[in-house]
């Protein structure tokens, strides 16, 4: 059977699919936090109801994400020790700190998260309730950053010796800040809030576009594209820096995502294009000595070809279309926030115009694909290394005949949690819509004054 063949790619197309799906609902357990506590904050600070509602709806559907968080990510756990046995054997010991860590931030959210959501309406000082929101972002922002010191360690392994085959010499701290690190974690956490303020803004702009001209709806758009632009330009900038950081550190991947072949300085950047077996490419975009410029701020910059790598350690070339896909939608995420943002100021602009409100709502599963292309070019690209010059994937994966099977009952357990999620979460806010909130909290005002 196929399923008992290949091993190795049965658990690499098993951990693609949990990862893959797990990040779905990991970044946006990262992304929103902030923007319910932004939400409050305005709500207090301008006494406005609205955003005080924005941040208690969300705080509600942040829950259910939460829950199926915590499922995929223990089965992303438990896919590390069956399928990925003998990395976990060597390099285990180095990255358990930041896993432990991780584990701690993720109860530490939980608990004040369980805490905030009791506490509605409990405390006479609304800032009160608003500071519980604190924890939940700072727990929240410290899973991403220990689980992403671990996706780095595979990039850029340092902190243990091997000596005969077998790891001494242990340093957490040091395997946890490694080169890879800032560019990375940095890369990841403001993705997160990018990819929650475009997910939540295209909510509000899909009920404007159906008639819904809601005060609150507005306002949820307004503030969503005004975090989005700021976290916008984050990215671009950190996108640069990491660029940057592949140009030193693992250049084979930065040359494979531009199909860069000649060891050149005033190297183009190429964007788009097909490939042929003879690595010809045509149809592509070139850009006089972008790439230069991206790995080392300079056209002079000299950049490493492909032709300098030995065949067995290039990754597959396909990565260069998940790396400009990442950077399309980047910038187009960019671009219609800005735009919003700016139209929305110019007060004789109609911002919420129907051509740009179906951006802002494209720009919500747009966001969602270019996290998933991100990582998809992070993990391809380092290929085929597990852990970067020191184990091969080969090397690390399980050789039992089962993962066949294991593929099989976890793609029906996700579709089971996906169509759940979704079931659930349309039914909690259709039964509960904006208007009736805001009806039942001006009862419930005046009934108190």
Same mark, same amino acid.
């Given at each position: 059977?196929?399923f008992?063949?290949d091993?190795?790619?049965l658990s690499?197309i098993?951990?693609?699919?949990?990862?893959?799906?797990?990040?779905?609902f990991?970044?946006?357990?990262v992304?929103?936090?902030?923007?319910?506590?932004?939400?409050e904050?305005m709500?207090?600070?301008?006494?406005?109801?609205?955003?005080?509602?924005l941040?208690?709806?969300?705080?509600?559907?942040?829950?259910?994400?939460v829950?199926?968080?915590?499922v995929t990510?223990?089965?992303?756990?438990l896919?590390?020790?069956?399928?990925?046995?003998?990395?976990?054997?060597?390099a285990g010991h180095t990255?358990?700190?930041p896993m432990?860590?991780e584990?701690?931030?993720?109860?530490?959210e939980a608990?004040?998260l369980?805490?905030?959501?009791y506490?509605?309406d409990?405390?006479k000082?609304k800032?009160r309730h608003?500071?519980l929101?604190i924890?939940i972002?700072i727990?929240a922002?410290?899973?991403?950053f220990f689980?992403?010191?671990?996706?780095?360690?595979?990039?850029?392994p340092?902190?243990?010796e091997i000596?005969?085959?077998?790891v001494?010499n242990v340093?957490?701290i040091e395997a946890?800040f490694?080169p890879?690190t800032p560019?990375?974690?940095?890369?990841?956490?403001?993705t997160?809030?990018?990819?929650?303020a475009?997910?939540l803004?295209?909510i509000?702009?899909?009920?404007i576009?159906?008639?819904n001209?809601?005060v609150y709806?507005? %306002?949820? @758009?307004?503030?969503?594209?005004v &975090? *989005?632009?700021?976290? #916008?330009?984050?990215?671009?900038?950190? $996108?640069d820096?990491?660029?940057?950081?592949l140009h030193?550190y693992?250049?084979?991947?930065?040359?494979?995502?531009?199909w860069?072949?000649e060891t050149?300085?005033?190297a183009?950047?190429i964007?788009?294009g097909i490939?042929?077996?003879d690595?010809e490419?045509?149809?592509?975009l070139e850009?006089?000595?972008?790439l230069s410029?991206?790995?080392?701020?300079?056209p002079d910059t000299?950049v490493?070809?492909l032709?300098?790598?030995?065949e067995?350690?290039l990754?597959?070339l396909?990565v260069?279309?998940f790396?400009d896909?990442?950077?399309f939608?980047?910038m187009?995420?960019?671009a219609?926030s800005?735009?919003?943002v700016v139209?929305n100021?110019k007060?004789?602009w109609?911002?919420?115009n %129907?051509? @740009?409100?179906?951006?802002?709502? &494209? *720009?919500?599963p747009? #966001?969602?694909?270019?996290?998933e292309? $991100?990582?998809?070019f992070?993990e391809?690209?380092?290929q085929?290394w597990?852990l970067?010059?020191?184990m091969?994937?080969?090397?690390?994966?399980?050789?039992s005949g089962?993962?066949g099977l294991?593929l099989?009952l976890f793609?029906l357990l996700?579709?089971?949690?996906a169509?759940t999620?979704?079931?659930?979460?349309r039914k909690?806010?259709?039964r509960?819509?904006?208007?009736?909130e805001m009806y039942?909290?001006e009862?419930?005002?005046?009934?108190?004054?």
């Amino acid at each position: 059977m196929f399923f008992e063949n290949d091993p190795v790619l049965l658990s690499r197309i098993l951990t693609y699919l949990t990862l893959g799906f797990h990040a779905i609902f990991a970044t946006i357990g990262v992304g929103i936090p902030i923007m319910i506590a932004i939400a409050e904050w305005m709500g207090i600070k301008r006494n406005d109801p609205h955003y005080t509602l924005l941040a208690r709806r969300w705080a509600r559907g942040f829950v259910i994400t939460v829950a199926i968080g915590v499922v995929t990510g223990t089965a992303m756990g438990l896919q590390l020790s069956l399928l990925w046995p003998n990395f976990m054997q060597a390099a285990g010991h180095t990255i358990g700190l930041p896993m432990f860590m991780e584990v701690f931030a993720f109860f530490f959210e939980a608990i004040f998260l369980g805490i905030y959501l009791y506490t509605w309406d409990r405390f006479k000082s609304k800032m009160r309730h608003f500071l519980l929101v604190i924890p939940i972002v700072i727990g929240a922002t410290a899973s991403a950053f220990f689980i992403t010191t671990v996706n780095a360690f595979m990039n850029a392994p340092q902190g243990f010796e091997i000596v005969n085959g077998v790891v001494t010499n242990v340093n957490p701290i040091e395997a946890m800040f490694n080169p890879a690190t800032p560019t990375k974690i940095s890369h990841v956490i403001i993705t997160c809030y990018l990819t929650a303020a475009f997910v939540l803004g295209a909510i509000a702009a899909v009920k404007i576009l159906r008639g819904n001209k809601s005060v609150y709806h507005r %306002k949820a @758009l307004h503030m969503t594209m005004v &975090a *989005g632009a700021v976290f #916008a330009v984050g990215t671009a900038v950190i $996108g640069d820096l990491s660029g940057k950081y592949l140009h030193e550190y693992q250049p084979e991947k930065l040359a494979a995502a531009e199909w860069h072949f000649e060891t050149e300085t005033e190297a183009p950047l190429i964007l788009g294009g097909i490939i042929n077996e003879d690595n010809e490419i045509s149809y592509a975009l070139e850009i006089p000595y972008a790439l230069s410029i991206l790995a080392g701020g300079t056209p002079d910059t000299e950049v490493i070809g492909l032709n300098e790598f030995p065949e067995e350690d290039l990754p597959p070339l396909f990565v260069h279309y998940f790396f400009d896909l990442m950077v399309f939608i980047g910038m187009y995420l960019a671009a219609v926030s800005t735009l919003f943002v700016v139209m929305n100021w110019k007060k004789t602009w109609n911002a919420f115009n %129907k051509p @740009l409100l179906i951006m802002v709502a &494209a *720009g919500g599963p747009l #966001a969602i694909v270019a996290m998933e292309s $991100g990582w998809i070019f992070a993990e391809v690209g380092r290929q085929p290394w597990i852990l970067n010059g020191i184990m091969r994937t080969s090397e690390g994966a399980t050789t039992s005949g089962q993962v066949g099977l294991m593929l099989i009952l976890f793609a029906l357990l996700y579709t089971v949690l996906a169509v759940t999620c979704i079931g659930v979460l349309r039914k909690m806010f259709k039964r509960n819509p904006v208007e009736r909130e805001m009806y039942k909290r001006e009862i419930q005002n005046y009934e108190v004054k």
